[in-house]
């Protein structure tokens, strides 16, 4: 079995942190801790892991950051780095970078972008860039989240921030309900253009949810993203605990599995694990 490095692991303590999307009575709306994770993807070959923010109360970055870096300092689970939330946009985004320089379990930098208060457009301010710029600069990547309708934004953000490393979630968020792909396909072809940008294959069975689905209505956007960007410029992300809205971790990946079947073991070793080494810089 091909080992997994899970570059998507979302963990949340409500009695630590303020998740203000969370609404209450949702499935969601409870802590997910790591003995949790553990029990999701028992028998999975989950040989490594990557925290990914969950859009905490942002007077809580500092908080998040300090309560992931501790995991990963006492090998809690399978985590060995994190992507910490951060605003690049603002005043004190270069000192809150400054905070954590010295830090490997620190690899990069997320803000959601699909918020229903973040407008279009918004992560082409120059504040923003100038924030994505700096990541670069101090050898961090940033992962781009954001509508599917948007990724003409992401485009010109990469093109504005070459020396960064980018990561697009979820597919760029493609839906699986969603009946035409076309504009979406013609967006990712376009997106992949750009060498500074890799694709994590993730978030999108989630968006099934509430329909029953089938590894078949997955194919058409794993298939595409793989064509897209090759081989090198693809990772696997499991976005636990939000894919139980439609999955289990097992179901996910056997899904994925199945898809990806016909390809070359080297193909699918690089999936799963190999190209999140270089991704994120693990070790």
Sequence with gaps: MIPIIDTHQHLWDLNRFRLPWL??????????????????????????????????????????????????RR????????????????????????????????????????????????????????????????????????????LNDAAQLVDACPDTSFILDH???????????????????????????????????ASAAPDPWTSDDLAPIVNHVLAAFGPDRVIFGGDWPVCTLAATPRQWVEALRKIVQDRSEIERRKLFHDNALRVYRLA
């Design 75 to 150: 090998h809690v689970g399978p985590m060995v780095g994190a992507v910490i939330g951060g605003r690049p946009s603002s005043d004190g985004f270069a000192a809150y970078l400054d905070r954590h320089k010295d830090e490997p379990a620190i690899k990069g930098v997320r803000q959601v972008l699909h918020g229903g208060s973040t407008p279009r457009g918004y992560c082409l301010d120059p504040k923003f860039i100038r924030g994505v710029q700096l990541l670069g600069e101090r050898g961090l990547s940033f992962d781009i989240c954001m509508r599917a309708g948007e």
């Design 171 to 205: 597919c760029g968020n493609a839906s699986v309900r969603e009946k035409d792909l076309a504009p979406w396909r013609a967006d990712i072809t376009r997106l992949a253009e750009r060498k500074n940008l890799v694709c994590k294959v993730s978030g999108i069975v």
């Design 23 to 72: 609404k209450d009575g949702t499935p969601l709306a409870k802590s997910f801790l790591m003995d949790d994770y553990l029990q999701a993807v028992e028998g999975l070959g989950v040989v490594k892991s990557v925290y990914m923010e969950v859009d905490v109360d942002p007077e809580q970055h500092k908080a998040e950051a300090d309560y992931v870096i501790d995991l990963c």
